[in-house]
């Protein structure tokens, strides 16, 4: 027979009325553990009393080992280190647009979305300077902020924006004194404004976002394309494209239109004319490319190079023992992903011959591979950069030429499938051309009042959205600097697969023609533009004058 049961309850349960007591006690600092123990529940009965083990059904609050637990201190202690306070202490909230007052621990620990943010690591400032270097990449929106208003840049009267168009036509140059007075009241800074957001764009379909087109089918799809299903529209609407993209390129080649873009479902092209980008011919550059695209090309005759693979091959070469060391740091990662497409060199021995094996006596117990696997072998790490920056193609001289008629009957040119379907790529170009309609980028300005050290300060914005092109940046940054008074900060975004074309096209011994004829751009915008590009694979992401004076970030 068995024993009666004792009365009682379980050794890890709590009455609630102990276990209110427990709560009431937790907040306390300085709260004895043993105390709170005894007091939360009874002394447990039996063999049990010796080795308590934990509740499976209670909750963490009712666990055992939290009372036992030191609660965190609630601020870091007086003369330590901030880095030790708790990281909810060390983060603003939500809702507040003040940090908190551990500067120091906040820096520590970045939030994940400022890897997104337009200033999402960049390089240390540059020395101030007069002119900023050019930025070949493609802005999606920038953003300027200034202590002074940009009511000169709202609500431009008829006249004016008539006056606007009309200046861009006739290529207009427009000189402006250091600093503007009155820029509200100046006429002729408010039609320059005009002026400087004027593109040229082909095909117009104004329901469609057509820049940009890499990555653009989530934001295509849904939209009304009756081409998808009609082959005989789409013969139409490529044999237009294709009038408009010799015209541009007639255009380029007399030096009457100083650069255009090519904007495909799969890469962009940009065209240059002779004298720009410190190259004395015409230059054409491909990013982001394929191996199968490189080897249509070479089956085409196109003669081209891969600019930034052999710049750290050569880099490489100079210093092996730096680079390794910077790849294996992590500090490094544009190198390594450069590296990745170099050739091993153990290629070299990879040609077929295998007379190292019967030097070694095992030739019959080794299987060899078949021709296949060494080919595949080969091109494992030319297909390693496809789709990188470091894949970038520049095409010089008369090659342009064959490369104008290889990208009217290349066949990936246009997507087959998707929302992007039978859709030719989009021209962007600063001049008009046959075929290309007008567009203006799309100005708003904002103020409001942001709280600085000593209070609040006001803060004004204007806003650009759109295809930012390289000859627009510079125009605006000729017209702000006499209205802000030589203060003021650009926040740009850039498009991120156009960042490769800041690559130096030309070599360095190469001779530039002087006599850049006018083309509708600014004479000090073409001279910044015909400076060798010196950002690389990168892009500005910040801009600032001050006292006139330009220092930017990457």
């Not at 702000?480 to 850039?494: D, K, M, N, V």
Request: glycine share 6%.
């Amino acid at each position: 027979m068995s024993a009666p049961t004792e009365p009682g309850h379980s050794p890890g349960f709590k009455k609630p009325p102990a276990l209110l007591r427990l709560k009431r006690k937790r907040p306390g600092r300085r709260v004895d553990p043993a105390a709170a123990e005894a007091a939360a529940a009874p002394a447990p009965r039996g063999p049990c009393g010796a080795a308590r083990r934990r509740n499976p059904f209670s909750s963490l609050d009712n666990a055992p080992q939290r009372a036992a637990a030191p609660q965190p201190p609630a601020a870091a202690p007086a003369g330590g280190d901030p880095s030790a306070a708790p990281f909810w202490q060390v983060r603003s909230s939500p809702g507040s647009g003040v940090l908190s007052s551990q500067p120091s621990a906040f820096a520590l620990s970045p939030q994940p979305s400022d890897l997104h943010s337009p200033l999402a690591v960049p390089k240390a400032p540059s020395s101030p300077r007069q002119e900023f270097p050019a930025d070949w990449s493609i802005k999606t929106r920038v953003l300027f902020v200034s202590s002074q208003p940009f009511t000169w840049a709202e609500h431009l009267k008829a006249q004016e924006e008539a006056q606007g168009f009309a200046q861009h036509c006739r290529a207009t140059e427009t000189t402006l004194p250091q600093s503007v007075q009155e820029p509200r009241l100046c006429t002729e800074l408010r039609c320059a404004f005009q002026q400087s957001l004027v593109y040229w764009l082909h095909p117009s379909l104004p329901w469609l976002p057509l820049f940009p087109r890499l990555g653009a089918d989530r934001r295509m799809a849904g939209k009304a394309c009756p081409w998808a299903q009609d082959e005989a529209l789409q013969q139409v609407l490529m044999s237009d494209w294709s009038v408009s993209f010799t015209s541009l390129y007639n255009l380029l080649r007399a030096r009457l239109c100083p650069y255009f873009y090519v904007c495909a479902a799969q890469f962009s092209v940009l065209f240059r004319a002779a004298g720009l980008a410190g190259s004395a011919v015409p230059t054409a550059a491909i990013a982001p490319t394929t191996r199968g695209l490189r080897e249509a090309m070479r089956s085409e005759g196109i003669e081209f190079s891969l600019p930034l693979l052999e710049e750290s091959r050569t880099r490489k070469q100079k210093n092996p023992e730096s680079l390794e060391t910077e790849t294996a740091s992590g500090l490094g990662e544009g190198s390594a992903v450069e590296d990745a497409g170099e050739p091993a060199p153990s290629d070299d021995d990879d040609d077929g011959s295998f007379s190292w094996l019967e030097e070694m006596g095992v030739q019959d117990k080794v299987k060899k591979p078949d021709t296949i696997s060494i080919q595949l072998r080969k091109e494992k790490q030319e297909v390693q950069v496809d789709h990188r920056p470091e894949s970038l193609v520049l095409v010089r001289g008369s090659n342009t030429f064959t490369l104008l008629n290889f990208l009217i009957s290349c066949r990936s040119l246009v997507a087959v499938a998707g929302p992007q379907a039978g859709l030719p790529p989009t021209l962007l170009a600063p001049v008009a051309f046959r075929g290309g309609t007008m567009q203006t980028l799309k100005a708003r300005t904002v103020s409001g009042r942001a709280r600085v050290q000593g209070g609040f300060e006001d803060v004004f914005s204007l806003e650009l959205l759109g295809p930012v092109l390289p000859h627009t940046l510079h125009a605006l940054t000729l017209l702000l600097g006499p209205a802000q008074r030589g203060s003021f900060r650009a926040l740009l975004s850039p498009h991120e697969p156009s960042a490769a074309f800041n690559t130096c096209p030309a070599p360095p011994q190469e001779g530039v023609p002087q006599d850049l004829p006018p083309c509708g751009l600014h004479p000090k915008t073409l001279e910044q533009l015909s400076q060798c590009p010196s950002l690389g694979k990168s892009s500005l992401r910040l801009l600032e004058m001050k006292d006139y004076c330009y220092t930017w970030k990457a």
